[in-house]
């Protein structure tokens, strides 16, 4: 090497960086939430065992009136009042959801003024009403009217105007939930309007008609219960007809209680179904 040359030596490469721990990634604590469902499964436990345990409900009696004859044939009265009901109501609903989009003034009138009027009067005073009709006119077409309207057309007749009033909105809800283009690309495609109803509105309407149906239907179910104020012999007054005899209250409005939920149970899983058959293609994927 020569004299002058500057020497010069490599820098030593950094010593390596002391490798970084891995970060550990530990699950959010949620002590509270876990607190209160703790409390809220002790407090559900004990008062399940306080029904349970309870000999004032008399459960003996309950599983000896459950299945009895007179409390069935209440049950029976109930599941065909509110079938007809929610049958009449919906077609009389339907025909007033379309007075109330069509585009005649009148018929549109006609359709809000029933909604108005039936929403508006409370269904016990509707009944009462009904079941004194004799009072207002004692004959209709040349019939006596006591003999024409009974207990069982009263309630038939009273629940279905009720009905009708909210089946009305929520058949008319669903079809303006249907998007009007697609209506309009029917018409351009030549399909007559009974194909477009068919085809295309109703299908796209029971998706926001099922679930407020479904919950009328529920609702009917259980309002079926108010008809016992004019002696129809549903559920609820064979119920009360049995303990009027032996003064067995309690156990008496249990056995209804359980028949009505278990009957409004079954209606929600039915429900669910309906919701999930119409939802189809409709549902989003995470």
């Given amino acids: ?170 058949v008319r809800g669903g079809i303006l939930s249907v998007d009007r283009g697609q209506i309009e690309a029917a018409q351009a495609l030549g399909l007559s309007r009974l194909r477009r109803w068919r085809r295309i509105v109703l299908p796209q309407a029971m998706r926001s008609i099922v679930p407020p149906a479904g919950n009328m239907l529920i609702g009917t179910l259980k309002g079926t219960s108010i008809v016992s104020v004019i002696a129809v012999q549903d559920l609820l007054y064979s119920a009360q007809l049995i303990y009027h005899q032996t003064y067995q209250v309690i156990p008496l409005l249990m056995v209804a209680t359980i028949w009505y939920t278990v009957v409004t149970s079954v209606l929600g899983v039915a429900q669910y179904s309906v919701e999930k058959h119409y939802a189809r293609g409709s549902e989003r994927t995470r």
């Fill in 1 to 170: 090497m020569s004299i002058g040359t500057a020497v010069t030596e490599a820098p030593a490469p950094p010593e390596p960086e002391p490798a970084e721990e891995a970060l550990r990634i530990l699950p959010q604590r949620r002590l509270g939430q876990w607190t209160a469902a703790a409390v809220v499964l002790v407090l559900l436990a004990l008062a399940l065992t306080s029904v349970v345990r309870n000999k004032a409900f008399q459960w003996d009696v309950v599983a000896d009136y459950f299945t009895s004859a007179s409390v069935l044939r209440g049950l029976w009265l109930t599941l065909w009042l509110t079938a007809v009901v929610m049958a009449l109501g919906f077609a009389l609903g339907t025909l007033l959801a379309v007075f109330r989009l069509s585009g005649n003034p009148v018929l549109r009138a006609v359709s809000w003024g029933y909604v108005w009027l039936f929403r508006s009067i409370p269904i016990l005073v509707q009944l009462l009403l009904w079941f004194n009709i004799g009072a207002l006119y004692p004959r209709i077409l040349g019939v006596r009217t006591v003999d024409l309207f009974g207990p069982v057309t009263v309630a038939i007749v009273g629940l279905t105007l009720h009905e009708a009033a909210y089946a009305a909105e929520v």
